[in-house]
Structure formats: C-alpha cells, structure tokens
C-alpha cells in the first residue's frame, strides 16, 4: 500500500478504505467510456473534476511519458500524455502506484493497464483532497530516452487570486463534484495540473526547510507579504494562493536537500511533477531543483526595557525537558537573554516533568525548572524564580507522559510574586478583595479548572505579581492545538475547523475570569499571554476579548508583523498577550527568532509586551 510522504507511513493502511469508499464511485457513463473501442487517454483518467470518471474501472495501455520516478515513500512514477487535448481542466499527468520500487526511467515510453482510484492521503475522515492514480499496474516500456512533455509554469499570471470555489451545500461542502475552473480558482488551477510535468522560476521561501526535507515558496512575489519576506495570513480569506510545497525526487543519501530560511531565494527553474499530499496538498517533487540563494534575515532582539517598564513575555520552549541536550537549554537560555532582554515576568508554554515524555506518573518539573534557569543565569541573565501548579498525571494533553504545562519565571530583583494560598491541579483559584483591591484567592492558582472546556488541555496558571507597588495580574494559556482541523486544500470549502469549538470555550472561561477581577477593581492590570493557538482575527480571540475585557495587542503591530509561527508557508498568529484596559500604553514586539529558520530552539516566535503600570 501506498503512503503519501516518506514520513507517512503510519497512514498507509487507510488506501483501501479510500479506495472502497462509495462517496468516489464511478459513473455509468464512465463505464461505457472505459469499455468504448477508444483508446483511453490520461485526460479521459482525470476527468474535468477532482474524482475521476473512471474510478475504480480497469484501463488498459494508457499511453504516456514517464517524467518522474519515486523510489521512496510512495513508490510508483508519473507520466503525461504529450498530445494534449483542447480542454484546461483535464490534467494530461497520473500517477503510477506500483508499491515496489519502479524499474521505468524518467523518458520511457510506456503502456500501463491497471485500476483506476482515488487515493486520499491521511484517509477520508481527514478531508484531504485524493489523488487520482493507477494502481496494481502492468507496465510496458515501448521505448527509451524520449524528450519530456514542455513544463507548464506555475507564476503569478497562471495561478488565480481566488482560492477556491465554495463547496457544494449538497455535498456536504465538499468541491470533488464541481468542474474545475482553472482560470477562476487556485485549487483548482493546481488540481488541472495533478501529475504533470511543471515547473517554477526563481521564488521567494516563504515557510524554511523543515525535518522532512521540505519547503515552501510563493511564486506571487507581492502576495501579503511579510517584513522580513515571509507571506501572512491575514484572514480566512486570505490564504495565500501562490504557495507551493518543494520536495525532491532523489533519494537524500544521494542529493542533500538544500537548507533554506524565509526570506531565501529558489533560484533557477524548479522542475518536476505536482503531486498532492497530506501534509500541504499540492507540491512540486522536483526532478531539478533550482539553488538556494541565501538572504540576510537574522534573529531579531527585542528592546530592552526602561527602569520604570515592566516586561512580560511568552514563549513556548517545545517540550522542554531534562532529556534534552544541554545544547538546547543553552541555545533557549541565551534566546531570553539576547534576544528578549531577560523579560521580568516570563510565562514559559510546553515546560515538561522531570522525565519528560517518559510515562511513569511523574509530574514534578523542578529538575526541568532547575536546569533551565542556571543556564539562564550561565547566559548572564537574571537568577530567576518560578512558580507553577503541576498537573494531574496524563491530565493535560501533549506528548504522552510529558505533562506540560505553563510556568512563570520572575526576576526577583525587578518583581515580587504575591503567594496566596498555592492551588492544586484541581483548586480553582477566584477573585476577592484585600485591602480595597482584586486580588486572587490561590496564587498560583488554576483558572476553572473543572470546567469541561480544560478536558484534556493545559489549564490557566495565574499569578499575582507587584511591580514597583503595583499589582499586575498574569493569566499564562496554552489553549487546545489545531489538531484535527482541515488543511486549506480540504476538498471541503471552507474547511472544516472542528478544534475551535473546545478553543472558544476555553477563551469564553479566560474571559470570565478576567471579568471577575476587572468588576472587583476596573483599573486592573491584567495580561492574558501563552500560546493561544489561534489567529488575532478568530472566534477565539474574539471570545477572549468580549466585552472590552482584553486587546489582542498583537493588532497594535503593522500587520506584515503580525505571526509567530509558520505554517505551511504561512505566517500567522498563535502566540499573544492581551491587555485589561487599565494598559493603555505598551509597546509591543512579536520577536522573530525560530519559525522562519531552519535551525529552531521552538518552532515558535516568543512575545514580549513592556509597560509602566
């Protein structure tokens, strides 16, 4: 069986199942087609929709030029019939699934008969759009060396600003049933080209080299773009449609994959077929691959702040934990000194027991803790404190037997932490009144943490700090992950986003805590930060923000500076601080310092907001 990535073959079992499904079953039409004294064609194969029209039917000695081969992964090989029709919707490449290792060359003539199918990476409760393929193929080589069908180039003018048609309401949204329109939709542009020879002139990187040996590039050059020449994601309709995925067809023990930064170039043609996959959809597997130009981008460093500015910042350092190379406790310790300006308050996301991901019952992280703030301290930052509510066992979600959660590290020379009866995992702190003033009934403390909005998930961690006699209030969050939503070439359109239900719940119970101290003094200082894994322009932001309670004080930056992460050649925003109005004056940075490189501490961007209360 076939899987869609060399990284995916946990999901190859799912074939058959998206294979059998009767949502792509071939029509009677498509029956006759296939049994008709016309020799089949590649386009008759691919049809002028997403599903072709002869799922499922048997062909025989279709006809076509071999223009890549993948001896890894999913193995099999592509070929474009070079005599094309008169029709933009039909694609004049497939995909040869052969399972073993193909003994074709890229240049052969060949016939193949097999099974037509409709395979979809991930499966079909992923929402993934399918791959039209022939499977259990006999393959015939009528002759060698053959020129390669011409290369369709992908750029700006070919490939349309809006993205994609709406679904069907009575399919259920879903776009496989409509003709494509290749001129009107980037989807469907890219869908008339599966399989076929194309190709991509010099290109920005807009998403770096990732652990899989892949990349992204834009080949809209002016497309929302970011500061430092990544692509933002603004809004739901703003996907960004000149990204494309780059991986290679050679084995990487033979031909390395090239390292690139946002903000490189791809210079040189890329060449090779467009294939769809699970992880980004639609990516070019290049044959040749163009070179990698580097550009000047480096890791920023924030300001540092005044005498009389409190600093507070988030980040989430990845699943830290004492199994970790020292390198990497050194190589995030001197990223809060360099590069934040060793904040005074610091809510820390992804902070792992003292075993990590060993699953033994231990959720103690005070070896964790220990050994990041000496590094801290070796880095010539601050001796700092921390303070933190371990959770229940296998209560909180992430990496099985991690138990992470958020910590607050303080420089006790700057801040003092205000202790109030410390909480447990499952004491929720309140609100009250001491000396005429809000103040929290457990800090630490958990925010609601029986609420079923937490199941699963990391509770808030809120703390009660004075800065130069001034109460300041820290609610650090790292909210439900995205996982489960679909991507943004689901053939659903809009996609499916399921986790943001379980987001807006949890901004709808952060929110209502914040309003619980703001009814007991209007003037409170009050910062809601973590990883929010949501964008600045969501429901859950929204939620959070309800009622005038918080600023989303990422919205302050112009928005080519709003993200923290990178995602599929998108830059976008998870990680925030938001404001009670009592905050009337900040600066703010969103301090780029891991998603748009390859080498990354965190796959995510720490936020840093300083204030004078």
């Given at each position: 069986m076939?899987?869609?990535?060399?990284?995916?073959?946990?999901?190859?079992?799912?074939v058959?199942?998206?294979?059998?499904?009767?949502?792509?079953?071939?029509?009677?039409?498509?029956?006759?087609?296939a049994?008709?004294?016309?020799?089949?064609r590649?386009?008759?194969?691919?049809?002028?929709?997403?599903?072709?029209?002869?799922?499922?039917k048997?062909?025989?000695?279709?006809?076509?030029?071999?223009?890549?081969?993948?001896?890894y992964?999913?193995?099999?090989?592509?070929?474009?019939?070079?005599?094309?029709?008169?029709?933009d919707?039909?694609?004049?490449?497939?995909?040869?699934?052969?399972?073993?290792?193909?003994?074709?060359?890229v240049?052969?003539?060949?016939?193949?008969?097999?099974?037509?199918?409709?395979?979809?990476?991930?499966?079909?409760?992923?929402?993934?759009?399918?791959?039209?393929?022939?499977?259990?193929?006999?393959?015939?080589?009528?002759?060698?060396?053959?020129?390669?069908?011409?290369?369709?180039?992908?750029?700006?003018?070919?490939?349309?600003?809006e993205y994609?048609?709406a679904?069907d309401?009575?399919?259920?949204?879903?776009?496989?049933?409509?003709?494509l329109?290749?001129?009107?939709?980037?989807?469907d542009?890219?869908?008339?080209?599966?399989?076929?020879?194309?190709?991509?002139?010099?290109?920005?990187?807009?998403?770096?080299?990732d652990?899989?040996?892949?990349?992204?590039?834009?080949?809209?050059?002016?497309?929302?773009?970011?500061?430092?020449?990544?692509?933002v994601?603004?809004?739901?309709?703003?996907?960004?449609?000149?990204?494309?995925q780059?991986?290679q067809?050679?084995?990487?023990a033979?031909?390395?994959?090239?390292?690139?930064?946002?903000?490189?170039?791809?210079?040189?043609?890329?060449?090779?077929?467009?294939?769809?996959?699970?992880?980004?959809?639609?990516?070019?597997?290049?044959?040749?691959?163009?070179?990698?130009?580097?550009?000047?981008?480096?890791?920023?460093?924030?300001?540092?702040?005044?005498?009389?500015?409190?600093?507070?910042?988030?980040?989430?350092?990845?699943?830290?934990?004492?199994t970790?190379?020292?390198?990497?406790?050194?190589?995030?310790?001197?990223?809060?000194?360099?590069?934040?300006?060793?904040p005074?308050?610091?809510?820390?996301?992804e902070?792992q027991?003292?075993n990590?991901?060993?699953?033994?019952?231990?959720?103690?992280?005070?070896?964790?803790?220990?050994?990041?703030?000496?590094?801290?301290?070796?880095?010539?930052?601050?001796?700092?404190?921390?303070?933190?509510?371990?959770?229940e066992?296998?209560?909180?979600?992430?990496?099985?037997g991690?138990?992470?959660?958020?910590?607050?590290?303080?420089?006790p020379?700057?801040?003092?932490?205000t202790?109030?009866?410390?909480?447990?995992?499952?004491t929720?702190?309140?609100?009250?009144?001491?000396?005429?003033?809000?103040?929290?009934?457990?800090?630490?403390?958990r925010?609601?943490?029986?609420?079923?909005?937490?199941?699963?998930?990391?509770?808030?961690?809120?703390?009660e700090?004075?800065?130069?006699?001034?109460?300041?209030?820290?609610?650090?969050?790292?909210?439900?992950?995205?996982?489960?939503?679909e991507g943004l070439?689901?053939?659903?359109?809009?996609?499916?986003?399921?986790?943001?239900?379980?987001?807006?719940?949890?901004?709808?119970?952060?929110?209502?805590?914040?309003?619980?101290?703001?009814?007991?003094?209007?003037?409170?200082?009050?910062?809601?930060?973590?990883?929010?894994?949501?964008?600045?322009?969501?429901?859950?932001?929204?939620?959070?923000?309800?009622?005038?309670?918080?600023?989303?004080?990422?919205?302050?930056?112009?928005?080519?500076?709003?993200?923290?992460y990178?995602?599929?050649?998108?830059?976008?925003?998870?990680?925030?601080?938001?404001?009670?109005?009592?905050?009337?004056?900040?600066?703010?940075?969103?301090?780029?310092?891991?998603?748009?490189?390859?080498?990354?501490?965190?796959?995510?961007?720490?936020?840093?907001?300083?204030?004078?209360?």
């Amino acid at each position: 069986m076939r899987s869609s990535h060399p990284r995916s073959a946990a999901v190859a079992a799912l074939v058959a199942t998206a294979l059998a499904t009767g949502l792509l079953a071939g029509s009677a039409d498509a029956a006759e087609g296939a049994v008709s004294a016309d020799p089949i064609r590649i386009h008759d194969i691919q049809g002028t929709t997403r599903i072709s029209p002869l799922n499922g039917k048997q062909v025989t000695d279709v006809e076509g030029i071999v223009t890549g081969v993948r001896t890894y992964g999913s193995r099999g090989f592509w070929i474009q019939d070079p005599d094309a029709d008169d029709n933009d919707a039909t694609s004049e490449g497939v995909f040869v699934f052969t399972n073993a290792v193909p003994t074709v060359a890229v240049g052969d003539a060949v016939k193949v008969s097999g099974t037509v199918g409709e395979y979809i990476p991930g499966g079909l409760t992923s929402g993934n759009q399918s791959v039209t393929q022939i499977s259990k193929p006999t393959v015939t080589v009528v002759s060698s060396g053959n020129a390669l069908p011409e290369a369709t180039a992908i750029n700006e003018y070919s490939v349309p600003a809006e993205y994609a048609p709406a679904g069907d309401p009575a399919a259920g949204g879903s776009i496989n049933g409509l003709t494509l329109e290749p001129s009107r939709y980037a989807l469907d542009h890219y869908e008339s080209l599966e399989g076929m020879n194309v190709k991509i002139g010099t290109s920005r990187v807009v998403g770096a080299t990732d652990p899989y040996s892949e990349l992204w590039v834009t080949v809209k050059g002016w497309e929302n773009t970011a500061k430092r020449g990544g692509t933002v994601y603004g809004s739901y309709e703003s996907q960004n449609t000149g990204r494309l995925q780059i991986q290679q067809l050679a084995p990487l023990a033979q031909q390395p994959f090239p390292v690139a930064n946002v903000g490189d170039k791809l210079t040189g043609t890329t060449e090779g077929p467009l294939d769809f996959n699970q992880f980004g959809g639609y990516t070019l597997v290049a044959r040749t691959l163009g070179t990698v130009k580097a550009g000047t981008l480096a890791p920023e460093k924030t300001k540092p702040h005044a005498e009389q500015e409190l600093a507070v910042a988030t980040y989430n350092v990845e699943n830290l934990d004492p199994t970790d190379p020292q390198e990497k406790f050194d190589a995030l310790a001197k990223a809060v000194v360099e590069n934040l300006a060793s904040p005074d308050i610091l809510a820390l996301e992804e902070i792992q027991d003292d075993n990590g991901a060993k699953n033994d019952g231990t959720v103690s992280a005070e070896q964790t803790l220990t050994k990041f703030t000496a590094a801290i301290s070796a880095a010539g930052g601050p001796a700092y404190q921390w303070r933190t509510v371990n959770p229940e066992d296998k209560k909180d979600g992430g990496e099985p037997g991690g138990n992470i959660r958020q910590v607050f590290l303080f420089n006790p020379a700057r801040v003092s932490f205000t202790e109030r009866a410390p909480g447990d995992a499952v004491t929720a702190t309140g609100v009250t009144k001491v000396n005429g003033k809000a103040a929290l009934t457990h800090s630490p403390g958990r925010v609601d943490p029986a609420n079923p909005a937490w199941a699963d998930s990391r509770k808030p961690l809120a703390g009660e700090f004075v800065f130069r006699g001034k109460p300041v209030f820290v609610i650090a969050n790292h909210f439900g992950s995205k996982g489960g939503d679909e991507g943004l070439t689901s053939h659903h359109q809009p996609p499916v986003r399921s986790s943001e239900a379980k987001r807006l719940l949890q901004a709808q119970a952060v929110n209502g805590f914040v309003k619980q101290i703001l009814a007991e003094d209007k003037n409170a200082n009050v910062l809601v930060l973590g990883d929010i894994n949501d964008f600045e322009f969501s429901a859950t932001t929204d939620a959070l923000a309800d009622g005038g309670a918080l600023y989303p004080a990422i919205k302050s930056l112009p928005k080519a500076e709003r993200y923290s992460y990178v995602y599929q050649g998108n830059a976008q925003v998870l990680d925030q601080i938001l404001t009670s109005p009592a905050i009337k004056k900040f600066t703010y940075d969103s301090v780029h310092i891991n998603a748009e490189f390859a080498a990354q501490n965190s796959d995510h961007d720490p936020q840093v907001l300083r204030f004078r209360p």
